[in-house]
């Protein structure tokens, strides 16, 4: 029955049926939330702007759950007249419910896009898409939102469908779909990880496709571009501009496979911090890329790398292959002391979820060159078997809703022998996804690394 691992994979071979498109004139549209992850792999395939699409439903005021119509942005509001004659709805009715959805889509627009425009649909072609389609009234709505927004062509872009869904759909011009399983339950049970997709997880994602699309084009003057003008109000892109500077994109020999990765270092670098991801993540997470910015701001390298090739992504238990994955951190390791700018840094890892086993089984290694750990919302119990060898200072940093992993790790503290600290973000779930709980981590971790990795200043000299 399942057909995806993920999100992620997903995007990854829905964008493969859309090549055709690639070169042309595209904005690609996810519909949040769920299908930002999916639109953000698209956009990046195609090498085209990535944006939100956001609609409201009109509900019939007696029967809610029954769409009457939909509002857009820019005032676009599309009407069943069908169901408004069988209903015997009437105009103010229809206004009623179209102010109070009106009001919600707009602080929808203010959360997510944070002030900036939308990118102009004028002339161009719209890929609206989202995780998957069930009985088709959202994307129907959003394509023709699109195409009242002044797209001249609207791509339905989907990784899953009904066949009677897709067939029965007017509003695009075209329709892309990788799978069509008969029968057809619910999206959801056609992804092995269907984990929600929250609002700063869509604000993220809009933000590292802005930053990426920025890298990729500082010689161009194509006026697309000049959509990120506005990105001097908001501090997040203006701290992303001063990592991209120093960033490169590395290939990493690990055995008989090359890892794919990200290297940011500051001038001089003395410490470097290597990213285990958790399952379901990659060098690509924009709340990865979050963290790397707080410690490169605080003089601290980082690297940040996919520990499995995109084949072995495809097979699910590579995830929960400690050793594997610890032998794909020491690798990394090794290749950092052979780099003549950071042959002499101090190396740290960061783990998240799964990814905190695999650093802390790299780690316990007798000959392993590991200054320091920070473990966020990580499995320490996965490296169980070795906990005792580790000798790193290591910081567990936890939410304190997420009930069940801090118990793993408050086990896991009583059985690391070396310096180790367990420290809790209030309120924050295994995701840290609650506002401002993700910050306090990456604060947190920074502090760490900065303690065990960076030369210490030296006391001022009493006259």
């Known amino acids: 029955m399942v057909e995806f691992a993920d999100r992620v994979e997903a995007g990854r071979r829905l964008a493969e049926r859309l090549g055709h498109l690639r070169g042309q004139d595209v904005v690609v549209l996810g519909l949040p939330r769920g299908g930002l992850p999916v639109a953000f792999e698209v956009a990046q395939a ?6 939100v699409i956001v609609v409201r439903k009109l509900g019939v005021p007696f029967e809610p759950e029954l769409a009457m119509g939909a509002v857009g942005e820019g005032g676009v509001r599309v009407l069943d007249a069908e169901i408004l004659r069988r209903a015997g709805i009437h105009e103010d009715q229809v206004s009623a419910v179209e102010t109070r959805e009106r009001e919600l889509l707009e602080a929808g627009v203010a959360r997510l896009r944070r002030g900036r425009e939308p990118v102009s649909l004028a002339g161009r072609t719209a890929v609206v898409v989202d995780d998957g389609v069930a009985t088709g009234s959202t994307a129907q709505v959003a394509c023709e939102v699109a195409r009242r927004l002044g797209a001249a062509r609207v791509v339905l872009a989907v990784p899953v469908a009904p066949p009677a869904t897709l067939r029965s759909l007017s509003a695009p011009d075209e329709v892309v779909c990788v799978e069509t399983p008969q029968p057809f339950l619910a999206v959801g049970c056609h992804y092995r ?55 490169d994109h590395v290939e990493i020999p690990a ?70 994955l610890a032998g794909r951190l020491t690798a990394a390791t090794s290749w950092l002391a052979g780099r003549p700018d950071t042959a002499s840094c ?51 940093i936890v939410g304190s809703a997420d009930h069940t992993v801090l118990e793993l790790n408050r086990l896991a503290q009583t059985l690391l022998p070396g310096t180790c600290e367990l420290a809790l973000v209030e309120g924050a779930t295994h995701l840290f996804e609650e506002p401002g709980t993700l910050a306090e981590a990456a604060r947190l971790a920074s502090d760490w690394f900065a303690r065990y990795l960076l030369p210490v200043d030296p006391e001022p000299s009493v006259s």
């Not at 809009?206 to 006026?223: G, H, I, K, M, Q």
């Not at 991801?277 to 980082?302: D, I, K, M």
């Not at 966020?376 to 070795?386: F, M, N, Q, Y």
């Open 346 to 396: 101090k190396v740290g890892y960061f783990g998240a979820s799964t990814g905190a086993g695999a650093a802390l089984w790299a780690a316990s290694d007798p000959g392993a060159q590991v200054a320091a750990i920070v473990s966020r919302g990580g499995r320490p119990d996965l490296a169980g078997p070795v906990l005792g060898k580790v000798r790193a200072p290591t910081l567990l």
């Open 46 to 51: 195609l090498d085209a702007p990535l944006d």
């Open 255 to 324: 055995g008989s496979v090359t890892l794919s990765g990200h290297l940011h270092l500051p001038q001089p670098a003395t410490g470097v911090v290597v990213f285990a991801h958790g399952s379901g993540s990659s060098r690509h997470s924009p709340r990865n890329q979050f963290v790397a910015e707080v410690l490169y701001r605080a003089g601290l390298g980082t690297l940040l790398l996919d520990l499995l090739t995109p084949e072995e992504e495809l097979d699910r238990a590579n995830v929960f292959d400690i050793e594997l």
């Open 193 to 247: 990880d269907f984990s929600p997709t929250s609002d700063d997880d869509v604000i993220d994602l809009l933000v590292e496709a802005r930053r990426r699309r920025r890298n990729d084009s500082t010689d161009s003057t194509d006026s697309t571009d000049s959509t990120d003008s506005d990105d001097s109000t908001d501090s997040t892109d203006s701290t992303d501009s001063d990592v991209s500077d120093v960033s």
